[in-house]
């Protein structure tokens, strides 16, 4: 049975686009947050008010995935660089599952995310 390879040369490609990623994210939330805030000052509808707060829960959510997926990623990068170290890098199958269920973990988030991005639009719209 051939052992899974993952060349450096693409994980260290997929780990810079995961990093970028998560800080548009970071910076995106924060953004969101802030326009949340300022409608809540606008309107005093009960259940614009309570959606809004709902929106904020979800966008709080979120930056603590978003950070999960930080501290994993930041993690995979040390264990990574420990073994380059090492010299026990060249066919760690366990490294290439762990890699590619990372990467299923950013796809999962980028398609939630994505949805409630969609959903905030079409509320901002119908409310603005």
């Known amino acids: ?11 260290e490609f997929e780990h810079q ?8 994210w970071k910076e995106e939330l924060e953004s969101f947050n802030i326009k949340l805030s300022e409608f809540i ?5 009960k259940e614009v008010l309570d959606q809004i707060g709902d ?11 978003i950070e999960d997926l930080l501290e994993a990623l930041e993690h995979q990068e040390v264990f990574i660089m420990a073994q380059t170290d090492a010299g026990k ?6 490294l290439v599952k762990d890699h590619k269920d990372f990467r299923n973990r950013m796809e999962t988030q980028r398609e939630i995310y994505a949805e409630l991005k969609k959903n905030v639009f079409r509320f901002l719209e119908e409310h603005l």
């Not at 049975?1 to 994980?11: A, D, F, G, I, T």
């Not at 904020?56 to 603590?64: E, S, Y």
């Not at 890098?89 to 366990?94: S, T, V």
């Open 41 to 45: 000052t606008r309107w005093g509808d």
């Open 1 to 11: 049975m051939e052992k899974p390879v993952l060349y450096n040369s693409n994980r």
């Open 89 to 94: 890098l060249k066919h760690d199958a366990n």
């Open 17 to 24: 686009q995961w990093k970028g990623e998560i800080a548009f």
């Open 55 to 65: 929106y904020q829960k979800q966008f709080i959510f979120h930056g603590g995935v």
